[in-house]
């Protein structure tokens, strides 16, 4: 059954679905747990040049996406989908996407229709009219949406039950539980002097998971601790974190 379907409006269809052909996506697609698709503005022109963008008004660097190619590309986007859709247009001025953010689209929508925008960005009565939300994947510009649409491709898709093998690999994830990651370690057991900790080698898993979740702490609070701020931590928590930042010293 499939989890979820995403709809991608982008002038290169080929970049999005080799790019989410491979790895997790792919094997996700394969099994019919989420769908993609690709819908080219360019396919809804109406003039024999097949134009997508025009001069901006006001004048200004660049060309802006027209209006009618996208709305009726994302037309034709809903009608082969759910009720349950949302239209998400990725842009530098969005919403920074989450964790929690994906969650909780996964919950709320069954399709996701994702704008990639190109050149200097896309007419904002489209984003007005036709755009439930806007998302960002972080404060920079890239060349057009179509990365971003691939990275909440990827993060959405690992949310859903079934995708990954250990369903609770999901829930491990880093930034799942509000936390970093912790080191992870694989053979040989020795590199240029550096040893595996000799906890991960004593096959106690009690300690391996409080060793690990200690690393995920202390790591957080040294890179990230913003996150930390927004965590409600156990007193158990509280004492690990503790015992990191003593071992520190
Ligand atoms: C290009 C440009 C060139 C000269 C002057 C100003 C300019 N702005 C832009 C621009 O923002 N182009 C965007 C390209 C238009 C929308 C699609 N593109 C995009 C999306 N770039 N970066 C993103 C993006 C999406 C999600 N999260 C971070 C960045």
């Not at 792919?26 to 025009?54: C, F, M, Q």
């Not at 996964?106 to 009565?125: F, H, K, M, P, V």
Request: hydrophobic share 35%.
């Amino acid at each position: 059954m499939t989890l979820m379907r995403f709809d991608v409006i982008t002038l290169f269809p080929d970049m999005v679905t080799t790019a989410a052909s491979c790895g997790v996506t792919g094997r996700a697609i394969e099994r019919s747990i989420v769908s993609l698709s690709t819908w080219n503005p360019r396919d809804y022109t109406r003039d024999k040049h097949r134009t997508v963008d025009d001069r901006p008004y006001g004048g200004g660097p660049g060309m802006v996406m027209k209006y009618q190619p996208l709305h009726d590309a994302v037309s034709d986007a809903k009608q082969a989908g759910s009720e349950k859709a949302k239209v998400v247009y990725l842009s530098p001025q969005g919403k920074p996407i989450t964790q929690a953010l994906l969650s909780e689209a996964c919950n709320s929508a069954s399709q996701l229709i994702l704008i990639a925008g190109r050149y200097e960005g896309i007419d904002e009565r489209f984003v007005e009219l036709d755009c439930d939300d806007e998302w960002s994947i972080g404060d920079y510009v890239i060349s057009g949406g179509e990365l971003a649409a691939l990275v909440v491709i990827d993060a959405v898709t690992r949310l859903l039950p079934g995708v990954l093998g250990d369903d609770n690999s999901a829930q491990q994830d880093s930034h799942s539980d509000g936390l970093l990651d912790c080191p992870h370690y694989t053979r040989p057991e020795q590199i240029d002097g550096h040893a595996v900790p000799d906890v991960l080698l004593g096959g106690n898993h009690a300690d391996i998971k409080r060793w690990r979740m200690k690393q995920a702490l202390g790591r957080t609070w040294q890179k990230r601790p913003d996150l930390l701020k927004k965590k409600n931590l156990s007193a158990e928590q509280e004492h690990l974190l503790k015992e990191f930042i003593v071992e520190l010293v």
